[in-house]
Nanobody, 128 residues
């Protein structure tokens, strides 16, 4: 069974940083395209950042220049470095995998419907 498990969430002050990790188990990392999403209660799940197998990345406007998505293929792990956090970044963050190769831009534009495997999420709370 292919599974994704996130870690690294927590509570921080505005302006601080957090690094999220997402470990893949039960599958070949190279078979997937990965992204980070976030969802706040009562709102739709939104894509935050995506990365393809050439390590090209794509970001939503709300996090561009603050967040960095990266991956370590041998470790089967996806990361999201979140810098200069703002209160509006408070949300539950999910990593997700699409079972086919997409470019980072395709993954960002297609959003949640393109992703079939999801982690359970990790909470990020930013206090101003």
């Amino acid at each position: 069974v292919v599974q994704l498990v996130e870690s690294g969430g927590g509570s921080v002050q505005a302006g601080e940083s957090l690094r999220l990790s997402c470990a893949l188990s039960g599958g070949d990392y190279g078979d997937f395209t990965f992204a980070w999403f976030r969802q706040t209660l009562g709102k739709e799940r939104e894509v935050v950042a995506s990365i393809d197998d050439d390590d090209w990345t794509s970001y939503s406007e709300s996090v561009k220049d603050r967040f960095i998505i990266s991956q370590d293929t041998p470790k089967k792990t996806l990361y999201l470095q979140m810098n200069n956090l703002k209160s509006e970044d408070s949300s539950t963050y999910f990593c997700a995998a699409a079972p086919r190769r997409l470019t980072a831009i395709q993954a960002l534009n297609l959003g949640a419907p393109a992703f079939e495997i999801w982690g359970r999420g990790t909470q990020v709370t930013v206090s101003s």
